[in-house]
């Protein structure tokens, strides 16, 4: 037992999430309840708690205050909000904890908002370095770069560009790390010759402020991995409050026409409301929201075709899932292929069309835009579609149109006459 808690402690510091995750799916209005009940907290703050506890919860594995996963979590983490909804109800401070020294965490908080301020691209490459732990190689299939050298690259430029903001910012030890990054990344990164790397060793010995570069290389990354990895967990938790919402929402409309039907139903005879029904059927004018409308144009793919999958166990596999709507796991199986298995495109397209399927615009957005600049590809055209509905979803109407444009004048483009459609919504305009 004490095995498998050390385990769950482990794999929570290097990045797997979906205990924490899965804990606040299953226990988000469980929880809501049990705060009315016991303190009458109202169900979104009582979510707002227990999103922190597990961002506490979180900061605590990564920095080394819990020593060990809490045999039961769900004890652990329901005593903790006890304490902080108990203080709330009485108004009175919380107990005393053991919180990181003032400049530790000062510092950290400075990274997190330094990454948050990167381009995306940046943000993304650097989340899957430290926070998935990708080597190059993998680095290079998951984000479409070439080759792991134009992977390493990338890493390399978004690290200088997060060094180089931080040194603005004030902080300490950059100035000298930036002095000798390009030595100190590549000994961490172990692409030194074995001559170069003896050298380095030697030139640690006598260079102090090679040292202290080195020391503050490794505790930027330390602190790096944790801002992306606190982030990452912050993001899921919200996306699941955001879904939660769309359902609850869905089905309050729908029972709102439901009364409204029942109430017309009974003000009228049985053959005025069967005339009344077809009628509402045929012509009720369907205005779907805002934040909706895109799926009015939203195109199925049916996924790669059999003549493709057969005889590669792991792409059938995935496709399968794809159309039976199990997204990550059809996700999952997708990235488990060697990167030369599919062509660029055609990997970049379906990790984005699967994201999409996923509500996961934002993820999704970056694999389409690599597709579409693709000029011979035969997915390029399909992509810029998908492109343009990733926008929208995320309301960015000002490049859903542009996108959508391209789309609607490419003559070989496949849902060229659905995008001309989508131009002339409501939505849009």
Not at 68 to 87: E, S, V
Not at 135 to 150: D, H, I, R
Not at 219 to 237: F, K, S
Not at 387 to 408: F, I, N
């Amino acid at each position: 037992m004490s095995n498998h808690l050390s385990e769950q402690l482990a794999r929570l510091r290097t990045g797997v999430l979906t205990p924490l995750t899965d804990f606040y799916a299953q226990q988000r209005d469980v929880f809501g309840r049990w705060a009315r009940r016991q303190f009458g907290t109202p169900p979104e703050q009582a979510h707002a708690v227990l999103r922190e506890l597990l961002l506490a919860f979180y900061d605590e594995a990564n920095d080394g205050r819990l020593g060990r996963w809490p045999a039961d979590l769900k004890a652990h983490l329901y005593g903790a909000a006890r304490q902080q909804l108990t203080a709330r109800a009485t108004n009175s401070p919380l107990p005393d904890e053991a919180p990181l020294p003032a400049p530790e965490a000062a510092r950290r908080q400075l990274v997190q908002r330094t990454l948050l301020q990167l381009p995306a691209d940046n943000q993304l490459v650097l989340h899957q370095f430290y926070f998935r732990g990708s080597n190059f190689e993998t680095l290079a299939g998951k984000l479409g770069y070439p080759n792991a050298a134009v992977a390493r690259r990338q890493k390399s430029d978004a690290l200088r560009k997060l060094y180089e903001a931080l040194n603005r910012a004030g902080a300490g030890g950059t100035a000298e790390l930036l002095a000798h990054l390009p030595e100190v990344e590549r000994a961490s990164d172990a692409v030194m010759s074995e001559a170069e790397q003896d050298e380095f060793d030697a030139q640690l010995l006598v260079d102090g402020e090679l040292r202290q570069a080195c020391l503050a290389y490794e505790q930027y990354a330390a602190d790096l991995r944790w801002a992306a990895g606190r982030e990452n967990l912050r993001l899921r938790l919200e996306s699941l409050d955001r879904r939660v919402a769309q359902r609850t929402a869905a089905m309050q409309r729908i029972r709102q026409r439901v009364r409204q039907r029942q109430i017309r139903f009974g003000l009228i005879g049985a053959g005025l409301l069967a005339l009344l029904i077809a009628a509402l059927v045929v012509f009720w004018p369907k205005r779907p929201a805002p934040e909706r409308a895109w799926r009015d144009y939203d195109v199925n793919d049916p996924g790669l075709p059999t003549n493709v999958t057969d005889g590669r166990p792991l792409l059938t596999q995935s496709m399968n899932l794809y159309r039976q709507g199990s997204y990550p796991a059809a996700l999952h199986t997708l990235r488990r292929l060697p990167t030369t298995a599919l062509g660029q495109d055609t990997f970049l397209y379906y990790n984005g069309l699967i994201l999409l399927r996923q509500e996961k615009p934002e993820y999704a957005e970056s694999y389409f835009e690599r597709v579409s600049r693709l000029p011979d590809s035969e997915l390029a055209g399909r992509a810029r579609f998908f492109l343009g509905l990733t926008y929208w979803q995320q309301d960015k109407l000002k490049e859903a149109r542009t996108t959508l444009q391209q789309a609607a004048q490419d003559a070989g483009n496949p849902h060229r006459a659905t995008a001309q459609r989508a131009l002339q919504s409501n939505g849009l305009r």
